[in-house]
């Protein structure tokens, strides 16, 4: 056995046989055969996939393995790590979609022939995907300077970059993502052929949310401020991802440059060697298999999701649809920039258009890599991906890009106050260190062209804060700030808290708009854990935003949205969160709480007409039992886990409103995987959380997708009555026997849950009876609301005037 074979956990073993953990356990204990761990730890140990997958067809217990699953379980088990597996799949992929024949005849002959063909291959896709052929170059226009190498427009650092040593991931074999190769990698150019040299000020080590840059050496030739002048001796060191996925500022820095110093940013992507290639052989010909059926950008796509969704602690993620309403905002743009791009969100969402490019930098290497891979993948846009601490080192010191687009770190201390106290880009005053946010406006705002916008995702403090009143103030007197949108509570991580928007512009010679935007979209918050109505919150922003752009101020929209004139704004505070400005919504008079007290009272009639009757003492009986699990393996019933988007755009039914008796109201970002639908009839149960809860889809609950931590039966109506399987589910008994418990979680196993078994004519007895309780307690429910209504409507009554005492 190799070793460095692809390797599986005791998880993974159960989902390739279809059994549970519990299984494997016995086939330790019971099998002499059974392969050893070859690492993990003692309670958790990890397998030779390979070895493992010879046992089981050996023994007859290898279920059949949709190829999603196999390709997940080689590259969660990769030797090298997830990130190392992701970059290999998709320069694959990437190679696969530009160059199909090159691939088939590398994939043609054996697994050591493939891995010394690809990086060859992979050259001839890379460069001219991710940077420049030699010689003069242009860029939107503009040409490189022949003398020095370096882009007019200071478009320049990419895979293009021209390194002496070895760049992103230049870190030992057995830890980094894409280390370099001794000879020169992806469209390393000879130091006698410095076209698209980036210049030395503010050019950034690796970029994003999560390990600390790998620094190049300097460029030499170009003379910069002395504080920004970069070091002379070589920096790299092994690099660890970190924890953030949107953030332009290392973690930590493994080779911080010299205070008042900057380094040159490095390239997002290195060819890998033959060597580093070949552990991941088997995981891209599985790759390659699954491109064949889905399309290579689906294939990443699947794959990077997969790996999100079961690391979600260790990335910051913007969410698909805020991305949308980020990139809307900012408008068509040909050239866009994201200084912290973890994994390509923000740019990802960005209209595609002739001859767009695409520039992103994160202070994560293996982040950066991945964003320029799944942006090449998206669109033919040309892609410049860096790796690098932004405000550090700055990778595009000379671009003006159409549109900005960031989600930076938040409250960061370490963001580079000292060594940057002289950085031209602080055109609007030099930020506190407790004010890193005001850094990222700044940085953007010196990226941007004249009239171009910037969209950045804030924390609601930094419209607040006393530190910042200053800087404030300049955006506004200067015209650079536009709008300030503020979002409703769970639009994006932290979820507890309201979230800003700011849409910035850079002054040209066009005159000051006397006025500013201000949004509130507060109130379409979601209830619990259901997220807020997006499509409210995008056409109420949008529409807002289109006209005041188109007039430069906004009629009032009372606790929405109005333009305020910047006078107002620039007092001792400058207080900029919208909520402070907005006139209140106009509460409920007397006339509309009147309405609301006679629907209170016809609810209430209804819920004394369906209170069930008194029950009449029977016996307990004694009723044949049979489990989900076996009608489901007796098809009697469907069973289908919830929590993939897929393509269509529609309401996503969650647990919480299953829970609480509500409309779908939930999102989910766009996936490849279908989306499972609901049905009328269709039972849909939570598995998180605890408590008894089934709920039967009607007719206008059908049709929306299932969310995450939903199970959805569809029973066959020949065999069994929906609401009678969905009331004997809510028992309290049946929930505990069928239910795990962690530290912090009940989890509910629904193959376990049991119901009798009965004929059809007493399965609908019982049905209509259950039914005629979830009407009950649908009623309750309503009046519920209607009695909150009105109590919270007489309060704002009494308390505003509108309401008399008497």
């Known amino acids: 056995m190799q070793d460095n074979a692809t390797e599986v956990t005791a998880a993974g073993i159960a989902r390739l046989a279809g059994v549970g953990r519990a299984a494997v356990s016995n086939w330790r204990r019971r099998h002499a055969d059974f392969p050893g761990p070859v690492g993990g730890s003692e309670t958790s140990p990890s397998f030779a996939l390979a070895e493992v997958e010879a046992w089981l067809r050996k023994h007859g217990k290898l279920a059949e393995v949709p190829l999603r699953e196999r390709v997940w379980q080689q590259l969660a088990g990769h030797p090298e790590g997830p990130l190392t597996a992701l970059v290999h799949t998709g320069c694959a992929l990437l190679l696969i979609s530009e160059r199909p024949t090159v691939w088939l005849d590398a994939s043609a002959g054996s697994d050591a022939r493939l891995a010394a063909m690809l990086p060859g291959a992979l050259e001839q896709v890379l460069t001219p995907r991710f ?6 170059a242009v860029h939107g226009g503009r040409s490189a300077d022949p003398a020095t190498g370096v882009n007019s427009a200071g478009r320049a650092q990419g895979v293009n970059h021209v390194p002496t040593t070895p760049a992103v991931n230049a870190a030992p074999a057995t830890t980094s993502v894409n280390p370099a190769p001794t000879p020169p990698a992806v469209n390393a150019e000879q130091p006698s052929r410095p076209v698209n040299v980036p210049p030395t000020v503010h050019t950034p080590p690796d970029a994003h949310s999560a390990p600390p840059a790998v620094h190049s050496n300097p460029v030499v030739g170009h003379s910069a401020p002395a504080v920004h002048t970069p070091p002379t001796t070589d920096h790299s060191a092994p690099v660890t991802p970190g924890p953030q996925a949107t953030g332009g500022a290392p973690a930590t820095h493994a080779a911080s440059a010299p205070p008042g110093t900057a380094t040159p940013g490095t390239p997002a992507l290195r060819t890998p060697t033959g060597p580093q290639l070949l552990p991941s052989v088997p995981l891209l010909r599985g790759a390659a298999e699954l491109a064949a059926e889905v399309g290579a950008r689906q294939t990443f796509e699947f794959l990077l999701g997969r790996h999100l969704d079961a690391n979600p602690r260790q990335y910051t993620l913007t969410p698909a649809v805020l991305a949308g309403l980020m990139a809307d905002l900012a408008g068509p743009a040909r050239s866009v920039l994201d200084p912290a791009c973890g994994t390509g969100a923000l740019l990802r969402a960005v209209d595609v258009r002739p001859g767009q490019e695409l520039y992103a930098q994160d202070s994560a290497p293996d982040l950066a890599a991945l964003t320029a891979l799944r942006l090449a993948l998206h669109s033919r846009a040309t892609v410049r991906g860096t790796a690098g601490d932004t405000l550090r080192a700055d990778a595009y010191p000379e671009l003006r890009a159409d549109a900005v687009l960031c989600h930076p770190p938040f409250n960061e201390r370490n963001w580079g106050h000292d060594e940057l106290a002289y950085d031209p880009r602080w055109e609007y005053g030099f930020p506190a260190r407790t004010e890193s946010e005001l850094a990222w406006v700044q940085h953007a705002l010196a990226r941007l062209t004249d009239g171009g916008t910037a969209v950045l995702l804030m924390p609601p403090a930094v419209a607040s804060r006393r530190s910042g009143r200053r800087i404030r103030a300049d955006l506004l007197r200067r015209g650079a700030l536009r709008a300030v949108v503020a979002l409703p509570v769970g639009a994006a991580p932290p979820y507890n808290i309201p979230l800003h928007l700011w849409v910035l512009r850079r002054p040209d010679r066009s005159p000051v708009t006397p006025e500013v935007l201000l949004v509130d979209t507060g109130r379409f918050a979601g209830e619990g854990r259901g997220g807020p109505d997006w499509g409210a919150v995008r056409d109420a922003v949008l529409d807002a935003w289109r006209v005041f752009a188109r007039v430069g101020r906004l009629d009032e929209r009372p606790g929405l949205a109005r333009s305020v004139a910047v ?40 819920t004394a007409d369906l209170t069930p009757p008194p029950a009449e003492p029977a016996p307990a009986a004694r009723w044949p039992l049979t489990t989900v699990g076996e009608l489901a393996r007796g098809s009697a019933l469907v069973m289908c886990a919830g929590g993939n988007g897929g393509h269509a755009r529609v309401p996503v039914l969650t647990d919480h409103d299953v829970l609480a008796g509500t409309a779908p109201s939930g999102t989910l970002p766009e996936s490849e995987e279908e989306a499972v639908l609901t049905e009328p009839g269709d039972v849909v149960v939570p598995v998180v959380g605890g408590g008894s809860v089934a709920r039967v889809i009607d007719e206008a609950s059908g049709g929306a997708v299932l969310g995450r931590n939903l199970v959805l039966l569809r029973p066959d109506r020949t065999a069994l009555d929906p609401w009678f399987l969905a009331g004997f589910l809510r028992g309290t008994a049946n929930n505990r026997q069928a239910s795990s418990y962690a530290s912090t979680a009940t989890r509910l196993d629904v193959r376990r849950l049991q119901l009798p078994r009965l004929p059809l004519e007493e399965q609908r007895r019982y049905g209509a009876r259950f039914r005629a309780l979830d009407e009950f307690e649908r009623a309750l429910r309503h009046a519920s609301r209607l009695g909150e209504h009105l109590v919270r409507g007489m309060y704002d009554g009494l308390t505003d005037g509108t309401v008399m005492p008497d």
Do not use: F, K, M, S
């Not at 940077?131 to 003069?136: E, I, R, S």
């Not at 400005?581 to 409920?588: I, N, R, Y």
């Not at 629907?599 to 009639?605: F, M, P, S, V, Y």
């Open 131 to 136: 940077g420049l052929a030699p010689g003069p």
């Open 567 to 606: 006078i107002e704004l620039l007092d001792d505070d400058v207080d900029l969160a919208p909520a402070r400005h907005l006139p209140p919504a106009t509460a409920d008079g007397a006339e509309q709480l009147a309405a609301v007290r006679e629907r209170l009272g016809a609810t209430l009639r209804l």
